[in-house]
């Protein structure tokens, strides 16, 4: 594939940096209506070892796999959509290799989100799936910040460290920073085991909130990080535009995912486990899935 690509959505044209994951969307109009989504969740397997007490997916070592080379909505969808690979752990899913070639026939761009274990024990495997161009980014959700762990990301390109707010701690971050990495804050889902968990340690949750809400100007101010962004949950929780312009921020902002009232984003979530699709990994609203992503996209909207 190539390095920059380019294709229309609706009113506006997208230009994407294959190689950063850097997105740009113009056109001569103050809004942008898109016809289809740019960019999707998919969940590819409920199974997981890790059992992780906040687990917003409930994902066990019961967890499915779900078909993914079977007929679907998949097959109809534009080149250069990206698809943001989850779980449960998606590399315990036989299918993977496979899948991720068709992906790459199709010209599809994935990424995938591990935790650090998986990471580090699999390490040779994402290897082999970044140098083939199988996958573009890497999402990997932070454990223990451990030179050993800092040093294996900085190996892949297009890693990113996932953080969830109200869980890592200031010692964590102060363990990250200043490191050249790049960190992607989550918002804490209070959603199955992660309720369950907000029910025990709800407290603590929000005093670790409260700091990095307070933390985050200084962080950004002293480039803690190479890139630093945050899901719309976690700006809904640290307000990140307090720390911007107006113009900054319309430049950076990619849109509403349906967490609160809007849905402006031209993403959604697909969980191929249950065949459902909605507008975010935390909606109620699930959907049975259609056969084009378009007819998807529009009834959500
Ligand atoms: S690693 Fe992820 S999918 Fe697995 S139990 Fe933990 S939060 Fe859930």
């Known amino acids: 594939m190539k390095r920059f690509v380019r294709y229309q959505n609706g009113n506006y044209t ?18 942008f209506e898109a016809d289809t989504v740019e960019s999707m969740d998919i969940k590819i397997t409920n199974y997981c070892d890790m059992g992780c007490p906040m687990c917003h997916e409930n994902s066990t070592t019961e967890g499915k796999h779900a078909d993914i080379l079977g007929p679907s909505f998949l097959d109809r969808l534009h080149p250069y959509t990206e698809l943001a690979l989850g779980g449960g752990n998606p590399l315990s899913h036989p299918d993977l290799y496979e899948f991720l070639q068709r992906c790459k026939e199709r010209e599809f761009i994935p990424s995938m989100t591990v935790n650090q274990t998986h990471f580090l024990k699999h390490y040779d495997l994402i290897k082999q799936l970044v140098n083939e161009k199988l996958i573009y980014g890497l999402g990997i959700s932070l454990g223990n910040p451990t030179d050993e762990f800092i040093a294996k990301v900085k190996t892949i390109p297009n890693a990113v460290i996932h953080i969830i707010n109200g869980l890592v701690s200031l010692e964590q971050l102060h363990k990250l920073k200043d490191k050249d990495l790049k960190v992607l804050i989550l918002g804490y889902k209070v959603f199955r085991r992660g309720e369950a968990l907000y029910d025990q340690e709800g407290l603590l949750i929000e005093m670790r909130k409260t700091r990095m809400y307070q933390t985050l100007p200084q962080m950004v101010e002293e480039n803690w990080f ?5 899901d719309n949950l976690a700006i809904e929780q640290l307000d990140p535009k307090r720390l911007m312009e107006e113009d900054e921020w319309n430049e950076f902002y990619m849109g509403d995912d349906g967490i609160g009232d809007g849905f402006t984003s031209a993403s959604m979530y697909v969980d191929m486990v249950e065949r459902k699709y909605a507008k975010n990994s935390c909606s109620i609203e699930r959907f049975d899935l259609l056969p084009t992503i378009e007819e998807m996209y529009k009834s959500l909207k």
């Open 226 to 230: 190479k890139v630093l962004s945050f």
């Open 14 to 31: 997208v230009t994407l940096d294959t190689l950063t994951g850097t997105k740009i969307r113009e056109n001569d109009l103050d809004f």
